[in-house]
């Protein structure tokens, strides 16, 4: 079993900065890529920022210069830094992992809310 605990989440106002962690345990032998995921309310999850075991990363466009994407491969952690958040912003932010064997694993969310 593989558990991704997500934690940072919050209610902050405009302009102001929040840093997301996601934290992978249980049977995990590597952790391929590690991605942020959100999701407005409706169907769509829009991938935020990715980022390999190289620490190459991909980012949304609506998040470029303005989220960080990082990760302690000795601790396999991802952390999302987000400056400058506007309450587009707002949304449940998913981590996401592939691992060794191209297996995906999901979190539960966490909250993030940017009042104007």
């Known amino acids: 079993q593989v558990q991704l605990v997500e934690s940072g989440g919050g209610l902050v106002q405009a302009g102001e900065s929040l840093r997301l962690s996601c934290a992978a345990s249980?049977?995990?032998?590597?952790?391929?890529?590690m991605a942020w995921y959100r999701q407005a309310p409706g169907p769509q999850r829009e991938m935020v920022a990715s980022?390999?075991?190289?620490?190459?990363?991909t980012y949304a466009d609506s998040v470029k210069g303005r989220f960080t994407i990082s990760r302690d491969n000795v601790k396999d952690t991802a952390y999302l830094q987000m400056n400058s958040l506007k309450p587009g912003d707002t949304a449940v932010y998913y981590c996401?992992?592939?691992?060794?064997?191209?297996?995906?694993?999901w979190g539960q969310g966490t909250q993030v809310t940017v009042s104007s």
């Open positions: 249980g049977s995990i032998f590597s952790i391929k890529t």
């Open positions: 996401w992992i592939r691992d060794y064997w191209n297996i995906n694993f």
């Open positions: 980022i390999t075991r190289d620490n190459i990363t």
